[in-house]
């Protein structure tokens, strides 16, 4: 019974250590796992690394729905209908007269079913 807490302490010491290492903490005498993986000859591979733009949350949402309203306006124009709702779009199959029938919206699908 004795040896449980000296292995409890050296589980800690050893959880400890390899926490130290992953962070860097040794690095003059041991390297951390994976900085051998680094590449820095990916950042000289960069075409137009300055064109790349950080945008706030707001801009970004804004940017996304300028993207979506001109998909939707493009899709649009080209005859494609478009829903917010599945059920209530039916999509037309490309080299076939007849639609394919709605997907079922979800209040169908939580609907009891009724014996027939």
């Given at each position: 019974?004795?040896?449980?807490p000296?292995?409890?302490?050296?589980?800690?010491?050893?959880?400890?250590?390899f926490?130290?290492?992953?962070?860097?903490?040794?690095?003059?005498?041991?390297?951390?796992?994976?900085?051998?993986?680094?590449?820095?000859?990916?950042?000289?591979?960069?075409?137009?690394?300055?064109s790349?733009v950080v945008?706030?949350?707001?801009?970004?949402s804004?940017?996304?729905?300028?993207?979506?309203?001109a998909?939707?306006?493009?899709?649009?124009?080209?005859?494609?209908?478009?829903?917010?709702?599945?059920?209530?779009?039916?999509?037309?199959?490309?080299?076939?007269?007849?639609?394919?029938p709605p997907?079922?919206?979800?209040?169908?699908?939580?609907?009891?079913?009724?014996p027939?």
């Amino acid at each position: 019974m004795r040896m449980i807490p000296w292995l409890a302490l050296v589980l800690i010491v050893a959880n400890l250590g390899f926490c130290v290492w992953t962070q860097g903490g040794f690095s003059g005498s041991l390297p951390p796992p994976g900085a051998a993986q680094r590449e820095p000859e990916r950042l000289r591979q960069q075409v137009r690394p300055e064109s790349v733009v950080v945008l706030s949350p707001k801009a970004a949402s804004a940017a996304l729905a300028q993207i979506a309203a001109a998909e939707a306006a493009a899709s649009a124009a080209a005859g494609v209908a478009t829903g917010a709702s599945a059920s209530g779009v039916v999509q037309t199959l490309p080299g076939s007269n007849q639609a394919a029938p709605p997907r079922d919206s979800a209040a169908d699908r939580t609907a009891p079913a009724r014996p027939r």
